[in-house]
């Protein structure tokens, strides 16, 4: 009778002891909540771009004929810079970027006006500052752009035949702007973006030397960029 008293006594004190002993072990860590990415910060970086240009040649002496010179469309490929800084706001990305870009794109047509003459434009170096506009969904943004462009370019009319230059100019030619692009963050720092951008440069009467031609270019400029960026965000 004593034995078994005294072993009930022992169970009902062990189970009140449990909660206690329980409370004293070390709790297992819950999983840590992944992190939002933060595009907030400035960043650097390079990229490659292609830039498909269309340039409309029109004539207005001082020789006769005058009018519709032809016309030519061209590609080439760039490589350059870019600096720019965000700010975030919940999901929506507040940004604005400067970009700089040298290569070559050459296009040349064959006059419609006069025998024997090429037409032929050559585009160097652009630049492009935006604005931009975006949608975060985690490390993935989507954005529209605009702003203005700027394209440095050199034309210059010669004999098909000889190869000999006429006459000559160059300009330094400002649009606006407009774009889209997806960019997607990697890892804390490193970001890759693709994107577009067409720019309207409009038309401008050329004065060509030293013959004082003058000519009206029309154009327009797209370009298609592929951007490695380095985020200084600390995220």
């Known amino acids: 009778m004593k034995s078994w008293l005294f072993g009930s006594v022992g169970l009902l004190a062990l189970a009140a002891a449990s909660p206690a002993f329980a409370a004293d072990l ?3 860590a819950a999983p840590p909540v992944p992190a939002l990415y933060n595009w907030t910060g400035v960043y650097i970086g390079i990229n490659g771009s ?9 004539y207005f002496g001082p020789l006769l004929p005058t009018g519709d010179d032809g016309a030519h469309n061209f590609t080439g490929l760039f490589g350059g ?4 800084f965000d700010y975030q706001v919940g999901s929506w990305v507040f940004g604005v970027e400067a970009q700089g870009d040298w290569g070559r794109a050459r296009g040349t047509s064959d006059s419609l006006l006069f025998a024997n003459q090429t037409n032929r434009t050559l585009i160097d170096a652009f630049g492009l ?6 949608y975060a969904l985690n490390n993935a943004l989507l954005y529209v752009k605009g702003g203005a462009g700027v394209v440095q370019e050199k034309y210059d009319v010669f004999a098909t035949d000889t190869g000999i ?15 889209a692009g997806l960019e997607l963050a990697f890892s804390e720092h490193i970001s890759v973006a693709a994107e577009y ?26 370009v298609l960029a592929l951007k490695l960026n380095y985020r200084f965000n600390g995220r």
Do not use: M
Not at 50 to 58: G, I, N
Not at 129 to 134: D, L, P, T, Y
Not at 166 to 179: I, L, Q
Not at 200 to 220: E, M
């Open 26 to 28: 070390p709790l297992k």
């Open 50 to 58: 292609a830039v498909l240009s269309d340039k409309r040649w029109d």
């Open 81 to 84: 810079v870019q600096v720019g």
């Open 129 to 134: 500052i935006n604005g931009r506009f975006g």
């Open 165 to 179: 230059t006429f006459t000559n100019a160059s300009e330094t030619r400002w649009g606006s702007t407009v774009g």
């Open 197 to 222: 951008n067409h720019v309207f440069l409009g038309s401008r009467d050329v004065a060509f030397a030293p013959t004082g031609d003058i000519y009206r270019i029309r154009q327009d400029l797209d």
